[in-house]
């Protein structure tokens, strides 16, 4: 899925997960709009947000908090037309802010090493996710999800229990998801001396019948005819 944030957001509302309200504005006079409805409501503090389909956002000034319509038309046309990693930015979401008692980070994910779901998840989430995985690993839980169970409610109930037990994921994506053992071909048989065995040409093993060897025959003789135009150097053992 390849989706923007407020249409993510519009999904979740769908399934009555609380979403903050919010409406989408492609200038800044459309902002100041929203924010007076906002403002009307009893809601004098809004987010403008800029709306692409990358991370990092927030540290490349693309969240602005606005304290009244005026202030939200302003931080709208400072984000309009910005580029962050490479996307242009052509529409902000203008949503009501709210009270940030605790930020908490989950996501599901694509893991391409062992070719499964995984569940990364955290109590210390937010903007600084990627530093805290970095310098508090424990503090970042890695669950796998397996593909044709998914995630009903028992399992998230699970993965819930224990947020930062990163190093109990860490264990358990190893043990649920061994590594490929690499394959190595048997060992070739020896003979006296240490000598390796050379192994019989094909249809030169046992059981070979007469067609086979009429067949072998018959592709020698046609290996060996001569092509118009073409000279075959004879190969001579020199004995030293």
Do not use: W
Request: with cysteine; proline share 5%; aromatic share 4%.
């Amino acid at each position: 899925m390849d989706l923007f944030e407020h249409q993510a957001k519009e999904l979740f509302a769908e399934y009555g997960v609380p979403v903050p309200a919010g409406k989408i504005a492609t200038t800044p006079e459309e902002a100041r709009a929203i924010a007076e409805e906002f403002a009307a409501a009893g809601t004098s503090r809004v987010v403008v947000k800029a709306q692409v389909k990358a991370g990092g956002r927030g540290k490349a000034g693309g969240v602005k908090v606005a304290d009244s319509p005026a202030d939200a038309e302003e931080k709208a046309r400072q984000i309009l037309g910005m580029d962050i990693k490479g996307h242009t930015v052509h529409k902000v979401l203008v949503e009501e802010a709210s009270a940030i008692a605790q930020e908490f980070y989950f996501s599901f994910l694509l893991d391409r090493a062992n070719r499964t779901f995984l569940s990364i998840c955290s109590v210390e989430g937010g903007m600084e996710i990627e530093e805290v995985a970095a310098t508090k690993p424990d503090a970042v839980a890695q669950i796998p999800i397996a593909a044709l169970n998914g995630v009903d409610r028992a399992r998230a109930r699970e993965i819930a229990a224990d947020p930062h037990a990163g190093r109990q994921g860490h264990r358990a994506r190893r043990q649920g998801h061994p590594r490929r053992q690499r394959r190595v071909p048997p060992a070739r048989a020896r003979g006296a001396g240490g000598r390796r065995l050379r192994r019989p040409a094909r249809g030169q093993g046992q059981g070979e019948g007469p067609q086979l060897r009429q067949a072998r025959r018959l592709g020698r003789h046609h290996r060996q005819r001569r092509r118009p135009g073409h000279v075959h150097a004879r190969r001579r053992r020199v004995r030293r």
